[in-house]
């Protein structure tokens, strides 16, 4: 079995600041990270190496400093990682991305491939999605849990708000995978030495097989059009009155904000 | 691309076991006032099987078309079906803007279709408008909530987005307004339908990651003991919130780290943050202070918490949080 598992790297967004003088977001010194819920589907793909024996090769999108998290999941146990790196596919939306994923991907052997359900960036969740359409593969999103017959036949738990479904499909398919279903294993010593030793694979447009016309910024249909603080806020409204009267004001508040 | 080819605001109503969910009431709601805007209609798009007086209740709250398809393959949601369903009525009616709502089923559709049409689609917006030049407007946050991005797509149609539940206004429902229910009938290729549905379960979920909730009822010191976290969950539960907790109360084990608020914990962002008992160490401060509306009681009236409240109460949690549960349940019952 092989599998391709889809990361990212993306800033600690819980670290970003914003400048209170400028408003601007501080990024200097937040540390880059893998994205939470890919570092999940990269656990599921290497408890699939565990028990079945399958490949695994990582691919991201992103700059060079993007060879970070490869070396991560080498270090976690991959066989195989894959840059996207080129300047036709910067500036790319969501659909964009995925288009030049899913080029990357047709170039590649798969019988499953894994992505995020989204980034902590972005929090979109699309490109999973959007993947699993370009190459005409099933698609099952939120995955909690995934199960293998060692045929061919995958029984996946997804997270609902209600509960939770249990699915079957056949690879090959798509994976959306949740951080919080699966507990990523550490990287060993022995493979963060390794990992700096292992050969990273840089690819760039003429690597991979997708329309030119639908990557990077002219292949992106939404464009932002301006970004922009939240205003400060203005002094909050203080009451020091009894428990009754205190309660009331509280519920009225919560209706002229529609909450109730 | 012929711009002038497409026309009116298309939502996809989103039914569980035959009930609309909220989510399509509002953006129903949102898309009459675009519509308005643009002099264009409402299209609801409702799919399901056995359907009964749904199409009435889209009417009611704002559409003027009710596009219905009926049929087995649609009786619960799996991706296939729905995405194939809704791409030929985009084919075929020519929508300008479609509205999505962002749920687990919204954002499991929204992207498969966006890429089945070839289209934008912007997640999670948090406010739409119609700009001079007759495009779409969705602004949304970006780095996680730190700062807003509003986001066009001009050349592509329809403009798509999805919009999280509880984000717009629900209006009212106009039992008397007229509209037309439309039956289209969809030929569906089975042989992508390639997941199986085997079992779907309910389960109650108090389990929600508190960065996700829309409402965190949070308990400090001032709440004292588990008791008085009981009485916070009984008021979390009368507005569909989740329980968190400052430091205080997680080092005495009342609630676990994953409920924690703060430096050392998580940074939350809901709607609404209600900091009870909580007296705001810049360490809490750090994890809450990015709440869109928050909300503080506590004894003292030079707690710090009060620096960063929106509304602030000076008094006894444990005397107001009863009164607060008694008057919430009664305002829900009203409504």
């Given at each position: 079995?092989?599998?391709?598992?889809?990361?990212?790297?993306?800033?600690?967004?819980?670290?970003?600041?914003?400048?209170?003088?400028?408003?601007?977001?501080?990024?200097?010194?937040?540390?880059?990270?893998?994205?939470?819920?890919?570092?999940?589907?990269?656990?599921?793909?290497?408890?699939?190496?565990?028990?079945?024996?399958?490949?695994?090769?990582?691919?991201?999108?992103?700059?060079?400093?993007?060879?970070?998290?490869?070396?991560?999941?080498?270090?976690?146990?991959?066989?195989?990682?894959?840059?996207?790196?080129?300047?036709?596919?910067?500036?790319?939306?969501?659909?964009?991305?995925?288009?030049?994923?899913?080029?990357?991907?047709?170039?590649?052997?798969?019988?499953?491939?894994?992505?995020?359900?989204?980034?902590?960036?972005?929090?979109?969740?699309?490109?999973?999605?959007?993947?699993?359409?370009?190459?005409?593969?099933?698609?099952?999103?939120?995955?909690?849990?995934?199960?293998?017959?060692?045929?061919?036949?995958?029984?996946?738990?997804?997270?609902?708000?209600?509960?939770?479904?249990?699915?079957?499909?056949?690879?090959?398919?798509?994976?959306?995978?949740?951080?919080?279903?699966?507990?990523?294993?550490?990287?060993?010593?022995?493979?963060?030495?390794?990992?700096?030793?292992?050969?990273?694979?840089?690819?760039?447009?003429?690597?991979?097989?997708?329309?030119?016309?639908?990557?990077?910024?002219?292949?992106?249909?939404?464009?932002?059009?301006?970004?922009?603080?939240?205003?400060?806020?203005?002094?909050?409204?203080?009451y020091?009155v009894d428990p009754a009267e205190a309660a009331d004001i509280i519920v009225n508040?919560?209706?002229?904000?529609?909450?109730? | 691309?012929?711009?002038?080819?497409?026309?009116?605001?298309?939502?996809?109503?989103?039914?569980?076991?035959?009930?609309?969910?909220?989510?399509?009431?509002?953006?129903?709601?949102?898309?009459?006032?675009?519509?308005?805007?643009?002099?264009?209609?409402?299209?609801?798009?409702?799919?399901?099987?056995?359907?009964?007086?749904?199409?009435?209740?889209?009417?009611?709250?704002?559409?003027?078309?009710?596009?219905?398809?009926?049929?087995?393959?649609?009786?619960?949601?799996?991706?296939?079906?729905?995405?194939?369903?809704?791409?030929?009525?985009?084919?075929?009616?020519?929508?300008?803007?479609?509205?999505?709502?962002?749920?687990?089923?919204?954002?499991?559709?929204?992207?498969?279709?966006?890429?089945?049409?070839?289209?934008?689609?912007?997640?999670?917006?948090?406010?739409?408008?119609?700009?001079?030049?007759?495009?779409?407007?969705?602004?949304?946050?970006?780095?996680?909530?730190?700062?807003?991005?509003?986001?066009?797509?001009?050349?592509?149609?329809?403009?798509?987005?999805?919009?999280?539940?509880?984000?717009?206004?629900?209006?009212?429902?106009?039992?008397?307004?007229?509209?037309?229910?439309?039956?289209?009938?969809?030929?569906?290729?089975?042989?992508?339908?390639?997941?199986?549905?085997?079992?779907?379960?309910?389960?109650?979920?108090?389990?929600?990651?508190?960065?996700?909730?829309?409402?965190?009822?949070?308990?400090?010191?001032?709440?004292?003991?588990?008791?008085?976290?009981?009485?916070?969950?009984?008021?979390?539960?009368?507005?569909?919130?989740?329980?968190?907790?400052?430091?205080?109360?997680?080092?005495?084990?009342?609630?676990?780290?994953?409920?924690?608020?703060?430096?050392?914990?998580?940074?939350?962002?809901?709607?609404?943050?209600?900091?009870?008992?909580?007296?705001?160490?810049?360490?809490?401060?750090?994890?809450?202070?990015?709440?869109?509306?928050?909300?503080?009681?506590?004894?003292?009236?030079?707690?710090?918490?009060?620096?960063?409240?929106?509304?602030?109460i000076?008094g006894d949690?444990?005397k107001v949080v009863p009164i607060l549960t008694e008057k919430?349940?009664a305002?829900?019952?009203?409504?």
């Amino acid at each position: 079995m092989k599998i391709v598992v889809c990361i990212k790297q993306v800033p600690d967004t819980t670290e970003i600041k914003l400048d209170p003088v400028t408003g601007t977001l501080i990024r200097d010194g937040v540390p880059s990270i893998m994205n939470p819920d890919d570092k999940g589907g990269l656990e599921f793909a290497l408890r699939l190496k565990d028990q079945y024996g399958a490949h695994v090769t990582v691919i991201t999108m992103g700059p060079p400093q993007a060879e970070a998290i490869l070396r991560e999941a080498f270090a976690m146990g991959v066989d195989r990682a894959i840059l996207l790196s080129d300047r036709k596919f910067a500036g790319a939306d969501t659909l964009a991305t995925s288009n030049t994923i899913a080029g990357a991907l047709r170039a590649l052997e798969y019988d499953v491939i894994i992505t995020g359900r989204q980034a902590i960036d972005g929090d979109t969740a699309q490109v999973g999605p959007q993947i699993a359409e370009h190459l005409d593969l099933p698609q099952v999103t939120y995955v909690e849990d995934l199960k293998y017959d060692g045929q061919k036949t995958f029984t996946v738990k997804r997270t609902t708000e209600e509960g939770y479904q249990i699915v079957e499909v056949d690879a090959p398919c798509v994976f959306t995978a949740l951080a919080s279903g699966v507990k990523p294993r550490y990287m060993s010593v022995r493979g963060i030495v390794e990992a700096y030793d292992k050969d990273i694979e840089v690819w760039g447009f003429n690597n991979i097989t997708v329309d030119e016309k639908k990557i990077g910024l002219s292949g992106s249909p939404t464009r932002v059009f301006k970004s922009f603080t939240k205003g400060a806020k203005a002094a909050g409204q203080i009451y020091e009155v009894d428990p009754a009267e205190a309660a009331d004001i509280i519920v009225n508040k919560l209706k002229e904000k529609f909450i109730i | 691309m012929d711009k002038s080819q497409y026309k009116n605001v298309f939502v996809f109503i989103e039914q569980r076991e035959g009930v609309i969910q909220n989510v399509a009431l509002e953006l129903l709601g949102k898309a009459r006032e675009l519509a308005d805007t643009l002099n264009e209609k409402v299209f609801a798009m409702l799919l399901g099987h056995n359907l009964t007086d749904q199409a009435q209740e889209c009417v009611a709250y704002g559409a003027d078309t009710v596009l219905r398809v009926d049929a087995p393959e649609l009786e619960s949601y799996t991706t296939e079906p729905y995405a194939q369903a809704i791409h030929q009525i985009v084919k075929t009616y020519n929508p300008s803007i479609v509205l999505i709502g962002a749920t687990t089923i919204g954002r499991d559709l929204g992207p498969r279709l966006s890429a089945r049409i070839e289209t934008g689609l912007t997640a999670d917006c948090t406010g739409l408008e119609i700009s001079d030049e007759r495009e779409l407007m969705m602004t949304r946050p970006a780095f996680g909530g730190n700062l807003m991005a509003t986001i066009l797509c001009k050349e592509h149609r329809p403009q798509m987005s999805t919009v999280r539940p509880g984000v717009m206004r629900m209006g009212k429902p106009d039992a008397n307004r007229q509209g037309t229910i439309e039956d289209v009938r969809v030929d569906f290729d089975k042989s992508k339908f390639r997941v199986r549905v085997v079992e779907t379960v309910k389960e109650k979920k108090d389990m929600i990651d508190i960065t996700e909730a829309h409402i965190l009822v949070s308990g400090g010191r001032g709440v004292g003991n588990p008791e008085g976290f009981d009485m916070l969950r009984a008021m979390a539960k009368t507005i569909g919130a989740e329980v968190s907790a400052s430091r205080a109360m997680v080092d005495a084990g009342v609630l676990a780290h994953d409920r924690q608020v703060g430096q050392t914990g998580k940074t939350v962002r809901p709607d609404v943050y209600f900091a009870m008992g909580i007296s705001g160490a810049i360490q809490h401060l750090a994890g809450m202070e990015e709440s869109e509306y928050i909300i503080a009681v506590n004894k003292d009236k030079y707690a710090p918490i009060f620096n960063v409240a929106d509304l602030g109460i000076v008094g006894d949690v444990r005397k107001v949080v009863p009164i607060l549960t008694e008057k919430l349940a009664a305002a829900r019952q009203k409504k």
